[in-house]
């Protein structure tokens, strides 16, 4: 029998509804939500905070086309207990439609028809989870203007090379915590549709070029000092986590993506910038996600994660950026395709930080002084500067960069050669040429991804046909038809994909993260992984072929599907290596 809410999940950090810990709930698809469901859950949740001892805080109720979301802020130290409080609220709210859903009771539950024993199984919870050390610790923390990473495992106060870490069981007294070896360093978000991975490993590149110890979590992994210490999705904040804890890191580039913000929120607070690349269609229906309002709304959730003097970088060639940007007090920065964007001229008049192109060349306004940072065809990722998307993503990430503290010399310099090495920027826009034979990589994960590729691909003049990958037949990409759609196949071969999901630091440590906790049901919808697909050889339209793809991936064999994936990119780095031509026998695997 099902239930009366569709997901249940804990937010342990800033998130959509409001700036601080709590616990959300999506209803069940085609349960009616009208105001006065809604007033039933809001006095259901006032009466289990006053039972329980929980202070006043925010209450978010937001309707939508599949349901509502249904949250509110708790105490950090409890937030199982109120995912508890949350559903018993709701299912309350019911009343007499609630007898058509699955019926919880005491003692693992609280019960919707019996207000006196579910405030009295409520409060068991709550005091069962309950850890004043944890409490007394992030007040302490507070005080100090200090920066604290929490997560079911550990509490760190501090970052990088100014953290320091616990175990959850074994807390210090305030006053056995070394605060004078504590501080932040230098952090940065980065989130939007399209070019997150990029645009942090640029920056990450400029910022160890300026001399900086830097660690990076993305959609492929956790990095530090350039070595890979985890492989997989962690754009969440498992990732940012991981690298925040790693006491090398100096300066730390945070990619952060739509659905760890919505499932739990962010890690961090109070960072000196975050960047928005775009906004395009995807993902539309999870957690109550309709249309590109809703997903601005959410990508500029990280604005809400910036010290009083931290800025937001925002791409001005997106309309809707630029329509729910503006906020009073909020410092914002812009990059665009045209320098002389109004949107630019604008704040380069003001004195803030932009950047775009003029002239075939990329230019940087910082305090109102113009930087020519080099001709845009110099830079390699610009593809000659037929990748526009790529453009905007040298820009954006030159922009963010000096918002950090950056030189303008030291930005020009790395933009000038990063892109050169496919290593550089692994999975994405990788490129070899084999004889008469180009062959290309990209992720291309949504419809806006594979039309960049596409464009690229027709203002390079090639006669070669993209084609269709990765997929199985009749599955496209959510959202619209693949534009690639009807052509002629080739030789194909799936490429590197992404695991499910967000993932945590490990399977051992999310194993830790579960157990004891049987009442955890946060489930969180599917979500597209993705692929990619090489062509080698000549296709009959022309000598050239394009790479691209967007595959639904399965969960589990991640490691093995990555590890064919590393295979096949080191094959086309041998035949290029050695100036391998079409019709030669290819090389031993080794």
């Known amino acids: 029998m099902r239930e009366a809410f569709e997901d249940s999940r804990r937010l342990t950090g800033i998130n959509p509804y409001f700036a601080q810990p709590g616990a959300a709930l999506e209803t069940a698809p085609g349960?009616?939500?009208g105001a006065e469901r809604i007033a039933h859950w809001q006095a259901g949740v006032a009466a289990a905070r006053h039972a329980l001892g929980w202070p006043a805080a925010p209450l978010h109720a937001r309707p939508h086309a599949s349901g509502a979301t249904l949250a509110f802020a708790a105490p950090p130290d409890q937030l199982y207990a109120a995912t508890e409080v949350n559903e018993w609220a709701w299912e309350s709210a019911l009343g007499e439609a609630a007898t058509a859903f699955a019926q919880r009771h005491a003692p693992g539950y609280a019960a919707a028809w019996d207000p006196a024993g579910a405030l009295a199984t409520l409060r068991a919870l709550a005091a069962a989870e309950a850890q004043p050390a944890l409490t007394a610790l992030l007040d302490a923390a507070a005080v100090r203007a200090l920066p604290a990473l929490l997560d079911d495992q550990a509490l760190t106060l501090g970052e990088g090379s100014g953290a320091r870490t616990w175990p959850r069981e074994a807390l210090p007294a305030p006053a056995e915590v070394p605060w004078a070896q504590l501080h932040a360093i230098p952090v940065a978000l980065v989130t939007g549709s399209n070019g997150k991975t990029t645009t942090t490993r640029l920056t990450v590149a400029m910022l160890a070029a300026h001399g900086l110890v830097c660690g990076y979590s993305s959609t492929?992994?956790?990095?530090?000092?350039g070595q890979a210490l985890e492989d997989g999705d962690y754009s969440g904040p498992g990732g940012a986590r991981a690298v925040l804890r790693d006491v090398r890191v100096q300066a730390?580039?945070?990619?952060?993506?739509?659905?760890?913000?919505?499932?739990?929120?962010?890690?961090?607070?109070?960072?000196?910038?975050?960047?928005?690349?775009?906004?395009?269609?995807?993902?539309?229906?999870e957690y109550g996600i309709h249309d590109l309002d809703d997903l601005a709304a959410v990508k500029l959730v990280v604005g809400e994660a910036l010290a009083a003097d931290g800025v937001l970088v925002l791409n001005a060639d997106d309309a809707r950026l630029r329509a729910h940007a503006q906020r009073p007090g909020r410092r914002l920065a812009w990059f665009a395709l045209d320098a002389d964007h109004p949107?630019?001229?604008?704040?380069?008049?003001?004195?803030?930080?932009?950047?775009?192109?003029r002239d075939g060349r990329l230019m940087l306004g910082l305090d109102g002084v113009e930087h020519d940072l080099g001709a845009i065809a110099a830079m390699p990722l610009s593809v000659g500067g037929r990748a526009c998307y790529n453009v905007a993503n040298l820009a954006g990430a030159a922009v963010l960069a000096a918002v950090l503290g950056v030189a303008p010399a030291t930005i020009g310099a790395v933009l000038g050669?990063?892109?050169?090495?496919?290593?550089?920027?692994?999975?994405?826009?990788?490129?070899?040429?084999?004889?008469?034979?180009?062959?290309?990589?990209?992720?291309?994960?949504?419809?806006?991804g594979l039309?960049?590729?596409?464009?690229?691909?027709?203002?390079?003049?090639?006669?070669?046909?993209?084609?269709?990958?990765?997929?199985?037949?009749?599955?496209?990409?959510?959202?619209?038809?693949?534009p690639c759609a009807g052509g002629d196949g080739g030789a194909v071969r799936a490429g590197p994909g992404r695991a499910q999901g967000h993932r945590e630091l490990s399977a051992r440590a999310r194993q830790r993260r579960d157990r004891g906790d049987p009442r955890r049901r946060t489930a969180a919808?599917?979500?597209?992984?993705?692929?990619?697909?090489?062509?080698?050889?000549?296709?009959?339209?022309?000598?050239?072929?394009?790479?691209?793809?967007?595959?639904?991936?399965?969960?589990?064999?991640?490691?093995?599907?990555?590890?064919?994936?590393?295979?096949?990119?080191?094959?086309?780095?041998?035949?290029?290596?050695?100036?391998?031509?079409?019709?030669?026998?290819?090389?031993?695997?080794?």
């Open 31 to 33: 349960l009616a939500v």
């Open 220 to 225: 492929d992994g956790v990095v530090v000092d």
């Open 252 to 285: 730390a580039v945070l990619e952060t993506a739509r659905g760890g913000i919505l499932r739990r929120g962010l890690a961090v607070a109070g960072v000196q910038a975050a960047l928005v690349t775009n906004v395009s269609a995807d993902h539309f229906g």
């Open 343 to 357: 949107q630019l001229g604008q704040a380069h008049a003001a004195g803030r930080p932009v950047c775009g192109v």
């Open 417 to 448: 050669r990063f892109g050169r090495r496919n290593a550089d920027n692994l999975g994405r826009l990788m490129r070899w040429s084999l004889g008469g034979a180009s062959v290309w990589l990209d992720y291309a994960h949504n419809p806006a």
């Open 451 to 482: 039309e960049g590729l596409i464009e690229v691909r027709a203002r390079r003049g090639r006669t070669g046909r993209p084609v269709r990958a990765g997929a199985r037949p009749g599955r496209q990409p959510r959202g619209r038809r693949h």
């Open 525 to 590: 919808p599917r979500r597209a992984g993705h692929g990619a697909a090489h062509l080698p050889g000549r296709g009959r339209g022309g000598a050239h072929g394009a790479a691209l793809g967007a595959r639904r991936r399965q969960p589990g064999a991640a490691g093995a599907r990555r590890g064919r994936a590393r295979g096949r990119v080191a094959l086309l780095d041998r035949l290029a290596d050695q100036a391998w031509q079409p019709g030669q026998p290819l090389p031993e695997a080794g």
